[in-house]
């Protein structure tokens, strides 16, 4: 009985190595399609399976992410490659259907037909998953699909992304980071409209901060040097930050499984980004504050982040960690409320967890901490007030 | 009817250190495993939150994180005679239950046993003749030194264990421990810091010509990145260990140095809340096919697989293999059967001191922070003018000073109101302690079997232990006692106490988790329940692993050589059993 369990497992994987090797072409095709998938991070909406379902909070009303495995009734199934292109490049659907643009069609209009239909090669392999989702559950008016051509019309304007000054490893990291990559969509700045602005300076959503990412050197990425953004968009982690929450998921679905080369041309690209404003600098007149804070944060923080901000090998540094002095402090008040996971990925498994502090530490507290942790050794950063700590208190319970 | 799940090659019971160890093991090797977890789910930040780990009246008075007796409480009687009577509480040992097992509230003692443990009845029989163990069950595990060495190397770069070598390759290594058996390279982190007691002890230790050295700890002494790329942190001496969880990532446990890679493998599958009844076999009783187990909500389920890993607590295991009928229930009369003999535990003695003058700081502690001397360990020392054969190895560790139970006084002092208060303000910083761990030796009389009257929740006989401490072993702890008496001299103490230990083990008050034997390893399948990689005679496509497997227990903490055991089933599982499945070793 053993016996045979053994080999009817062997036998499988010798004949999947076999039928790997006599079609490379067709695995060629879908390997590229695959590698499009990881760029464009179609998992961190549809699902590791694709079959969506991932609920995406909007200022405008919920939306959930559609099934785009080859399921003809409740997947894509029944899309033709050039319909497939027009919901990538253009927003639109069969039959004229309007997309949201929390389908960042605006970044994947940048995307060459070939790799769009590589893309499409690849999704035709996957399995196809019966799985109806209801996508649209936004708000009147926003619910109505035709207001979409509006807004197209006023903010579908793909700019141009090239730059034939610069070397080619920065225009594969432009193109990687304003196209496929569409780290924009969290990390840019919004209008009323829910259009991204062009600059990469962080931004509120869905409980957290997206952070700065431009070369400015308090709440961005200004003393990373090219090798530590590489190991942070591969691994999750280097020696100035831990990924968790929506970047923990980018991280783990996306980043960790780009080329390398793919990395270093991103990291080329973000150290030349122009920095931003700032964070708006040091907050004064919290000499009371920065006295309660060191005392909270010796009693609750040091054993892991150390006296000295600088954390340790498992644990991230306060210390020029630039979360922590993003303008808005909606990142870490949540991890200190709530606690975060951090990513795990294969080459940094091991994911450490930041525990919830909420139950134990009142606003005023949280507020004294972190406006102690954001002036501190060197990180400067506008102070916190325990509203802000309640509003995003309840903030929390609403959403749990 | 139970509900028939699809066929795995793998199916483990219990996701402790070894039912991690195995699966990741297993896995790794390629095998479809699933893993049944009859406690619930548990990770460092959202269960052993450092915010309030160091609860100690819900952790270590109220003993949040140990097995329920509701879910599986245990028989216990001094010996044959007498009616066993069911533990309603536990008491002198704490079980572990849920993800992580006992090894999430563990101490982190990571010890070898030596050589001559491995070979015990060979060993003292050509030292000190035949005569010399009469009336002893020793044997001889059926795993050498040499075939075992990696394996214990295997587990402390796992854990990251934080120590010094004393013997490398046959090199005596100043600082370590002289007596340990060759190891093939140093501990993977150095020794923790020492506090005061531990260092004053070391001084003294040394003053009367005995050889003190750091004991080998799995809080870890830094940082560390364990082989599977997974990262610990520093031990921050918080002395909230034993009893409780570590909320720091610096004490090894299935959690901290296995499960993040493990978890995320696609070949393995965890399910928690399920509790397995029994291992079910072919019509003939020569094979497992499958394992029986209830879900949180009462569904009972089938998993068949390949192999069977048994992987719960030493106790349990021996438990599920009764209940399974597998193998025969040993028979203390006739000395025949072999599940449930040779159970033994640890037989341990104390010496208190207290001064006038000190600063101890008990509060700086962890869970396995300590000196240790070995002079007295095992056959470390000649027995052939004593009356008794084992040893134990005398360490002063200092675990905490907790508020709750670490309220020392001079004997004599009120038992409470405004003196006791004072006194346990004055005990507190001038009291510390040193004790001896001693080996536990197999008699015929002391076993396990399943209990005539008492049952579980769903109807199954519980374990009965019959145990009392062997005439043997209480000679040895009285000499160790004498022992203590002339280490506690150079000390010049206001106040020394030196505990004695009394025959008719009690099962109220602690004394220790290390429960050993009752499925053990061995040569010879009419004396031992498994052979030498941990695979049972009788019923060969199943594995029973941990300290059941201990022909005896000796002078040491068990967990090291657990990890090791672990190590080396899975091995013999990945590299032999699957390119042959059957009996690993003829019968």
Redesign the interface.
Known sequence: ???S??RR?SGF?WAAVFVALSVPALAATTDAGKYQVILGDCEGCHGKDLAGGVVLETPFGRMVAPNITPDKETGIGNYTAQEFNLAMKRGVAPGGKRLYPAMPYPYYAHMPDSDVSAMWDYLRTVKPVKNRVNVNQLRFPFNLRVLMRGWNALFFRPQPIADASKSAEWNRGSYLVNGPGHCGACHAPKNAFGADKRALTGTSLQGWFAPDLTSEHHAGLGSWSRVDMVEYLETGRNAHSLASGPMAEAVENSTSRMTMADLDAMAVYLKDVPPSKGNGGGASGIDAQMKAGARAYEL?CV??HGRDGKG????PPLAGNAAVRQVRADTVVRTVLA?A?AV?T????????????G??LTDEQVANILTYVRNNWGNQAPAISPETVKRIRSELHSSS | MARVLP?R?AVIIGLGWTGSILAQQLTDA?L?VVALERGPWR????DF????MQDELRYAIRKDLFLKPSVEAMTMRNNAGQTALPMRDYGSFLPGDGVGGAGVHWNGQTWRFWDSDFSIKTHLTQRYGAAKIRGLQLQDWGVTWDEIEHSFDQYEYICGTSGKAGNIKGQIQPGGNPFESPRSRDYPNPPLRMPYASTLFAEKMRELGHHPFPLPSSNLSR???NP???????C?F?GFCERFAC???SKASAQTTIL??LM?KPNFELRTDSEVLKVNL?PDGK?A?SVTFLDAQGVEYEQPA??VAVCAYALMNVRMMLLSKIGTQYDPVTGKGTVGRNYCYQTSAGARLMFDDKHFNPFIGAGALGQTIDDFQGDGFDHSKLDFVGGAGISCTVSNGRPISNRPTVPGSPRWGAKWKQATVDGYQNSMGFGSQGSSYPVRENYLDLDPTYTDRHGRPLLRITFDFPDNDVRMSHYMSEQLEKLTKPFNAKYTAVARLQKGWNSVPYQSTHNTGGAIMGTDPTTSAVNKYLQSWDVP?VFVVGASAFAHNAGMNPTGTVGALAYWAAEAITTKY?KS??ALVPA
């Not at chain 1, 340790?312 to 644990?315: I, P, T």
């Not at chain 2, 599977?228 to 520093?234: D, F, H, P, S, V």
């Open positions: 009985m053993g016996r369990g053994f497992r994987f609750s054993a892991c340790s090998a498992l644990f606690g996971k795990a294969p080459k940094a498994p091991t994911g450490p967890g930041m525990p919830s502090f139950w134990r | 066929k090659d390629g479809n990770d460092t930040a959202t939150n450092i915010a309030y940082a560390y990145v599977l790329g997974i990262r610990m942190g520093e921050t918080c909320g720091n990532y993040p890679v995320k072919t094979m096919r390949d192999v496509n699957i499945p059957g």
